[in-house]
């Protein structure tokens, strides 16, 4: 049987960004494999019955390539874009408080700020050893206070891991540390402090949720190279043979997996990697429910992205207000609005599954999102096995186990799950991994995001890649 030079499994943004990438260079001997009927992995969007617009959890659209950037205007087109401001808050001690919280604490309860304050004062005074986890993290840079109101109850909602079990390695962009100077200035002068982070400014797609995206990209490419309902089931790694649960096999020179590298141990039946799999690759899984409402928002939810929940009196982290997204995201913005909420599941942190739905309902009425079930005309729900790829402790050693026995026989693996880091897992970093390893194996190009996360957050990447210029001196 003919083998195919680049085989391609699963059609979320990394699968998309290695076609994406290997048609734009003119290749015409690829083909990607998908078990689900539909692009766009866990970026896909749905509609519900009641026509409202759902993604499987908030996606925020930013950056940190110009290559990615270029794609999505070439996708979407300049006015296929709604661009937003980042409103997030934290719903606390019956009140919102603007994130990072730890700059706006000025909106505690007194005896909740004194404790925050004293804990902050605390780690200027006694600096703390250099942390061994994300829990001595959260200790050492927040401070006790900080870290018992808000920091450790909502990693553990979110992470669904004990803190003790994760490293810091992802931390850099995605948590913002503490600048006592800047919680005293806010302070001083009463002021909300909301601007911080790579994603104070993000666009989304004006119809069809995020998967829209996805949807384009692929229309894109030829249709005859992209095989939807196509679930793979077996890959014989010396036969460089991939089987599908319909029987069909298919010959490859190079494999780029998208699949869960869990997956991919069982399906090439590496046992010898399992106990390295058990012990680094962590992961939870993501509920997600929509609420479809009627009328409109509150003003105090009328201009809010999303907010954080770290107190006990509902299941979910965070709930975004998708209808503020875009007007398409309901059936009709004149009479609807839409909030979607996120629950994390794990061995840590199991959840009942069956009551969750109405969980949320009553969260969202503790929590004053809603006023009343009345309002409630459609819900959503979705359940992602593999949600959040956790950055435990073991899982950069056991990374280093596991991908070489793959790549030694022409296995690439990548993507969310399929590098399993969760600081590149987002969907710019998963389609530019596609394309960086498209690069690396025609151009022979280094990649940046798999083995360099800290460079790849670093700041906005010109494309080709500056590393590429020096390294090589080459142009695409
Ligand atoms: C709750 C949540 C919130 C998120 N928020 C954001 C955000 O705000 N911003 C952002 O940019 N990103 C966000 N993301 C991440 C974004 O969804 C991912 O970056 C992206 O989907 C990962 O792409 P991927 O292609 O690596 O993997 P996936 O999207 O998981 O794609 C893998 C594909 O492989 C297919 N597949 C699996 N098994 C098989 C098989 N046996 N045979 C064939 N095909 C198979 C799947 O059907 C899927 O299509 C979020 C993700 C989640 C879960």
Redesign the pocket.
Known sequence: MKRIPFLI?????????AAHRLQELGRTDWLL????PE??????SFVDPQGFTW????????SHYEYFDRAMIEFLGADGWLHHQRESWVWIRDRFVPYPFQNNIRRLPPEDLDRCLQGLVEITRTPRPTPANFGEWIDAMFGPGLAEVFLRPYNAKVWAFPPEMMNTSWVGERVAVTDLGRVLHNLAFEKDDLSWGP?HTFQFPKRGG?GAI?KACASRLPADRLQFN????RIDMAQREVT??DGRKFHYDSLIS???LR?LIQ?TGQHALQPAADRGLLYSS?H?FGLGLRGQPPPELATKCWMYFPESNCPFYRVTVFSNYSPHNVPDISQHWSLMA?VSESVHRPVNRAGLLEEVIQGALNTRLICSREEIVSTWVYR?E???PTPGLHRDPCLAEILPVFEREGIWS??????WKYEV???????M??VEIVERLVHGRPEITVPDPNHANSGKHPWPFHRWQTQTGNSP
């Not at 987002?426 to 389609?431: A, I, K, L």
């Open positions: 499994l699963g059609s979320g943004p990394t699968g998309l960004g494999l998908e078990a689900a692009p766009g992995g866990l970026a896909a993604d499987i959890g908030g996606h925020v659209q930013f994603n995020t996805w196509t679930r793979v089931q599908t649960a998208t699949l869960s997956h399906f993501s997600i996120e992602a593999h949600g959040y990548r993507g969310r799950f399929g590098a897992s987002n969907q710019d970093h998963s389609f991994q596609g």
